[in-house]
């Protein structure tokens, strides 16, 4: 029972890495979304959170995507004197999405989806071997 424990946390894990994956690709979709009117505030990047959860059929602590928080740090200024969002002296407010920063994310939950999905094939193997040494 400790392998369907462990299938169990892993595929948790798998959901909320992809949930996370998703609202990173949200974030970087709109690096460059400003407000429509001048002084209107840009798209504000999110971040994703985590909430443990007790699973009760299986006796296991499991984890899932939580509401994510939207990053308080402050939007860019650019100049753009043409742009319908801009100020009377030119500047634009821009998202405060850092592409770098939300490839880094990326590539962290993508290595964090991978180890869960690697726990879940050796879960599988191993559930498959015992029943396998069992029928002999």
């Not at 890495?17 to 009117?37: C, L, P, V, Y």
């Not at 742009?83 to 009377?88: G, I, L, Q, S, T």
């Not at 500047?91 to 994310?105: F, I, S, T």
């Amino acid at each position: 029972m400790d392998l369907m424990k462990s299938m169990m946390v892993a595929a948790s894990g798998l959901k909320a890495q992809s949930g996370r994956m998703r609202i990173i690709a949200e974030n970087i979709a709109n690096a460059d979304s400003t407000g429509k009117t001048p002084g209107a505030d840009p798209y504000r990047r999110k971040v994703p959170t985590f909430e443990e959860r007790l699973d009760r059929t299986v006796g296991t602590e499991t984890v899932q995507l939580g509401r994510p928080m939207l990053d308080k740090s402050d939007f860019k200024l650019k100049y753009l004197p043409g742009h319908p969002a801009a100020d009377p002296n030119g500047y634009v407010k821009m998202p405060n999405v850092d592409g770098l920063v939300e490839a880094m994310d990326m590539r962290e939950a993508q290595r964090s989806y991978e180890a869960n999905l690697n726990l879940i094939t050796a879960s599988r193997r191993m559930m498959s071997q015992t029943i396998d040494i069992l029928k002999k």
